[in-house]
């Protein structure tokens, strides 16, 4: 992993232990709840996919932490060195 991209991932590791960011995701998690019941009451289908879509990316905010790990556990597993048994 390069130092610019270990840098980013540091960052945001950091960011996501600040107590700014889980009041963001509460207010995250409200506005999904808030799309959904607003999703109950729409007129038309366009206006249920337009509210699911903005549900769907608040989850993937939510979920970001667990994301950049994933892609960050990959990165360093892809700089290991095989290992050859036999």
């Known amino acids: 992993m390069q130092v610019e991209d270990r840098q980013y991932y540091d960052d945001m590791e950091s960011m996501f232990g600040e107590p700014g960011w889980a009041r963001l995701v509460d207010e995250a ?37 667990d994301i950049l790990a994933s892609i960050k556990a990959q990165a360093e597993l892809a700089e290991q060195p095989d290992v050859v048994i036999g």
Not at 39 to 53: K, N, Q, S
């Open 29 to 65: 998690k409200k506005q999904i709840y808030q799309f959904q019941a607003d999703a109950l009451e729409a007129r038309t289908i366009e206006d249920v996919f337009y509210l699911r879509g903005q549900a769907e990316q608040l989850v993937r905010l939510i979920n970001l932490p």
